[in-house]
């Protein structure tokens, strides 16, 4: 509401935020992927070892996107600079989608439904850390940003 409205005749869809959304997408992709890499690793590629790994894979998914939500508030200002209880409805939503995929691998029905099995906490924590990534990458790219478009404006 602080900002002045958008010139109507200036196209929704850029080419410098289809460059955004694709660079973020690959990254998260990536973070998802590498988490089924390393649990692949852990659990093998066959039966049980191969649900367990789709498991934190559909995690590592879920969790990555839930996080981005952070960092997307601003294209250029950090995740830090403000509050996360500034926006209750996100915070709400966000530890609503928490809950909800957590009850996709530890309530039993949904468990079969799913085919997903419970995670042990080595598993947490390679989700965490992949989780992690893009928020320290995107909130870095936003960082080189301001102080590229700083150091471009006269004096």
Not at 42 to 59: E, I
Not at 134 to 139: G, K, N
Request: glycine share 4%; charged share 10%; proline share 6%.
């Amino acid at each position: 509401m602080q900002r002045p409205p958008r010139d109507p005749r200036l196209p929704l869809m850029t080419r410098s935020f289809a460059w955004l959304i694709v660079w973020q997408g690959v990254l998260l992709t990536g973070c998802t992927l590498l988490a089924f890499r390393v649990a692949l690793g852990w659990y093998g590629d066959t039966g049980t070892g191969l649900q367990h790994s789709a498991t934190v894979a559909f995690m590592t998914l879920a969790m990555v996107q839930v996080a981005h939500t952070l960092n997307a508030r601003s294209r250029t200002k950090s995740l830090f600079s403000r509050s996360i209880f500034s926006n209750r409805w996100l915070l709400a939503a966000i530890v609503f989608t928490v809950l909800l995929q957590l009850t996709t691998v530890y309530l039993p029905p949904l468990r079969q439904v799913l085919q997903t099995v419970p995670l042990n906490s080595r598993d947490w924590q390679l989700i965490l850390a992949c989780t992690l990534i893009p928020l320290v990458v995107v909130e870095i790219v936003k960082l080189i940003g301001n102080r590229t478009q700083r150091n471009a404006m006269p004096t």
